[in-house]
Nanobody
């Protein structure tokens, strides 16, 4: 049974950094696409970035490029967000698909089968 669990959310001031973690169980350490998404109140879920585990190819949304880094340590995928802004406030989710990430679909929530419950990030100005 695949389970994903996010961690690391919280309330921070603008300009600070956070590192979110996505611990996966029931999945191999490689050859899966782990995506990070966020959803702010009243807005659609947005793809932030994704990584093909083991192989290492990463994709980032243009809206966060340069401020976000995705990395992997064994069965945990991390999302580092630097220079946080109030508009980064959202519930952050990780999701998994049992295949390599694709440029054409990594940002599409419907392409992922497994989801974590989410972790809240609140950024104050």
């Amino acid at each position: 049974q695949v389970q994903l669990e996010e961690s690391g959310g919280g309330s921070v001031q603008a300009g600070r950094s956070l590192r979110l973690g996505c611990a996966a169980s029931g999945l191999s350490y490689s050859n899966n696409c782990i995506g990070w998404f966020r959803q702010a109140p009243g807005k659609e879920r947005e793809g932030v970035g994704a990584i093909t585990t083991g192989e290492g190819t990463r994709y980032y949304a243009d809206s966060v490029k340069g401020r976000v880094t995705i990395s992997q340590e064994e069965n945990t995928v991390y999302l580092q967000i630097d220079s946080l802004r109030p508009d980064d406030t959202a519930m952050y989710y990780c999701a998994a698909s049992r295949r390599w990430c694709g440029l054409s679909w990594w940002f599409s929530s419907g392409q992922y089968v497994y989801w974590g419950p989410g972790t809240q990030v609140t950024v104050s100005s």
